[in-house]
């Protein structure tokens, strides 16, 4: 799938412009007017009605009801101070949000937060027009940058903001084209978007499953199995050993709890203390945090060293990181435990690739969920049953996890890209329409035939999993 935001070059464009003289519109035809939004919308402050749903206004741009979107993950408010009634058709503009995209137009009746301008047509316009020009104020930025010279450090974009700009404004008859055009046009592109999503979303999981795979069956398919005598681990390859994690260990630590470790002790230079934020990037490279020489001498049994698991138990649990050989000395923190393996039996790499794959995430959050501190903590992970062959075996086995990683990861990085170049050309020819850059004034929507031919994706070819 190839596609790029010039490809709004096969547009015609108006025949005369003139300069607008505002920067981010440039150039616009020379019959459109230019009008202060004021003068065109005002806020509208209705009172709610007893059976109003709450309309939420999301970053991509929809303004609905929320139970149309998902029932959970909001704040709920314990009173409804300030809450406003709304009516399908209107502009809803969030004052917090607005910056990154929480902005358009409603679908529904309902009611909305005192956060939110709901903003009417003060004359007879088009308004999904201006739900697509206003928004679009907002993902490139336009209301970031407006809001960084209203007030330091905020982008707050409020209706007295937004009724001081200037707009675009074509005919009405051309406004409800360009709408028209942009809901055509916009709706192939989005169903591109959602199939790359899509993709992306196999090809992760069949990473995945490669992982799982290799590092709980083997890379022999005819291989004897037999019962790992855990239920959520099943059948293992015959010749390999299973052991609770305890029995592997030569060290095992778990950070400083109490108030042997406060953020209050954290110094700008000294000896790094490491937590979840290095462990879940894998990066130990990130983070600022530090302890002085003299804290650092009566907590050296928490030093981490080359080679070193370390297991993340509060908060976000169950992440594994092996500690990298030119890692900066520190110690870990109270969110963190250290195990450091038997080198004999198993390698800290295929632990933590076994530890990270689906059925034992699985079994680390069922543990963590059931524990009294709802988290990890070194005694549920000593009873982790590990399943590993020789040593010599689970270095194949990171070999041929390498490999087939590195293909879907190639797969992954073009879907990304082609993702990014289709919202890339949904934005461009939103803009360009909006500001008169190209004419569409004689658009006729395509033919299922065509319509058909240009939204066929390229087929990707999908590594086997095992």
């Not at 698991?309 to 169950?318: C, D, E, N, S």
Request: proline share 4%; net charge positive.
């Amino acid at each position: 799938m190839r596609v790029d935001a010039s490809s709004t070059n096969s547009y015609q464009s108006y025949s005369d412009y003139k300069d607008s003289g505002i920067g981010w519109l440039g150039k616009m035809p020379t019959h459109w007017a230019l009008i202060r939004s004021r003068y065109i919308f005002t806020r509208k402050q209705r009172p709610v009605r007893k059976n109003d749903g709450v309309v939420t206004a999301f970053r991509d741009g929809q303004v609905t009801l929320r139970i149309n979107r998902r029932v959970d993950g909001f704040t709920e408010s314990v009173k409804e101070i300030g809450y406003q009634g709304v009516r399908k058709g209107d502009l809803l503009i969030h004052a917090m949000d607005g910056f990154a995209g929480a902005i358009g137009v409603s679908d529904s009746d309902g009611k909305c937060s005192p956060v939110c301008s709901v903003c009417v047509a003060r004359t007879k316009i088009h308004m999904p027009y201006y739900g697509y020009l206003v928004r679009q104020l907002a993902v490139t930025n336009f209301i970031t940058s407006l809001a960084k010279g209203i007030r330091e450090r905020s982008t707050e974009f409020r209706y007295s903001d937004f009724s001081n700009l200037e707009l675009a404004v074509p005919t009405t008859s051309e406004q409800e084209t360009i709408a028209a055009f942009l809901d055509h046009e916009t709706a192939k592109i989005d169903t591109l978007i959602e199939k790359q999503q899509q993709l992306i979303k196999l090809l992760k999981e069949k990473r995945q499953a490669v992982i799982s795979h290799a590092v709980t069956k083997g890379l022999n398919p005819d291989a004897p199995m037999k019962d790992s005598g855990v239920e959520w681990l099943g059948e293992v390859p015959e010749h390999w050993t299973t052991a609770k994690l305890r029995y592997l260990v030569e060290e095992s630590v778990a950070g400083p709890y109490g108030a042997s470790l406060t953020k209050a002790m954290y110094t700008s230079e000294g000896y790094k203390v490491y937590g979840q934020q290095q462990v879940i990037a894998g990066d130990f490279m990130l983070g600022d945090y530090y302890i002085s020489d003299q804290k650092y001498a009566e907590m050296t049994r928490y030093t981490v060293f080359p080679g070193d698991v370390l297991i993340t138990v509060m908060g976000t649990i169950g992440r594994i990181s092996v500690v990298p050989s030119d890692v900066e000395a520190g110690i870990i923190n109270p969110r963190l435990v250290r195990y450091r393996f038997d080198s004999k039996r198993i390698l800290p790499e295929f632990f933590k690739t076994q530890g990270q794959s689906t059925a034992y995430q699985n079994y680390l959050v069922q543990a963590a969920q059931g524990s009294t501190m709802d988290g990890l903590n070194m005694a549920i992970l000593g009873r982790l049953t590990l399943a590993f062959p020789s040593i010599g075996e689970q270095r194949q086995i990171l070999e041929v996890i390498s490999d087939k990683c590195a293909q879907f990861d190639t797969l992954i990085s073009k879907a990304v890209k082609s993702l990014a170049l289709l919202k890339e050309r949904r934005s461009a020819l939103i803009s360009a329409a909006v500001t008169g850059k190209i004419d569409v004034r004689n658009w006729k929507p395509q033919s299922s035939a065509d319509k058909q031919q240009e939204t066929a994706p390229e087929p990707v070819a999908i590594p086997a999993t095992h």
